[in-house]
């Protein structure tokens, strides 16, 4: 089966740095997203890898180690805004489908 | 602009009551989904779509209905079946279904809040 786990919640300081996990299990990996969503809306695509390492956008980097099913989203200078959830999901060349994790919920304060 | 719409954002029925939700998108994706959000619960993968005139039970698929009759369309139907129908609901696209990749990844609209009172 497929199986993605994250924290429930998590809280940060206006300004700082802050890395979202994410363990998965699954079989025939095929990729791994991350999505930001803000309450009451959308999921928005933030990040995609396939390949372990790091990938860098921005303000926002996002990690992979396919050996250890891990992947972590990072999110730097910390702004109000990215008060939201942010949702993990897997794609498996066994099943047409995304996996989401329960995502998120990140607060940040001033 | 092209986008995914769905109306509408708030919706309340009577229980035993069917209800369509829509889903249009004009990024002429051809795959397409409709997922539930609970609190707590990640997205759960209702029905989805490869292509016109086809589609596919997701993991909930109980207690709802979908159709796919033109390609910017595929609305969901939740029906008196389903036992607990207030939710979010979501539906998304992507270019094409299955292949994992950078610019395939799923499109969201804003979503319906649905509550049966």
């Known amino acids: 089966g497929q199986n993605i786990d994250q924290p429930t919640e998590m809280t940060a300081t206006e300004g700082a740095i802050v890395q979202i996990n994410c363990t998965y299990q699954?079989?025939?990996?095929?990729?791994l997203f991350w999505y930001q969503q803000h309450a009451g809306e959308a999921p928005t695509f933030l990040s995609y890898n396939v390949l372990d390492g790091l990938e860098e956008k921005g303000r926002f980097s996002s990690f992979l180690s396919r050996s250890k099913g891990y992947s972590y989203l990072l999110l730097k200078e910390l702004q109000m805004k990215d008060s939201a959830s942010y949702l993990c999901a897997v794609s498996s060349y066994n099943t047409d489908k995304l996996i989401f994790g329960t995502g998120t919920r990140l607060q940040v304060f001033p | 602009d092209g986008g995914i719409t769905q109306s509408p954002k708030y919706l309340f029925r009577k229980e035993g009551q069917n209800v369509t939700l829509s889903c249009e998108q004009n990024l002429n994706h051809d795959a397409m989904y409709w997922y539930r959000q609970d609190p707590g619960q990640g997205l759960r993968l209702i029905y989805y779509?490869?292509?016109?005139?086809?589609?596919q039970k997701g993991d909930i698929a109980e207690g709802y209905s979908v159709s796919r009759e033109k390609k910017e369309s595929f609305p969901l139907t939740v029906t008196s079946a389903q036992k607990n129908p207030t939710a979010f609901y979501l539906c998304a696209s992507s270019i094409e279904l299955g292949r994992s990749s950078s610019y395939n990844e799923q499109f969201f609209g804003p979503g319906t809040r649905l509550t049966v009172l």
């Open positions: 699954t079989s025939g990996f095929n990729g």
């Open positions: 779509s490869q292509i016109v005139n086809d589609f």
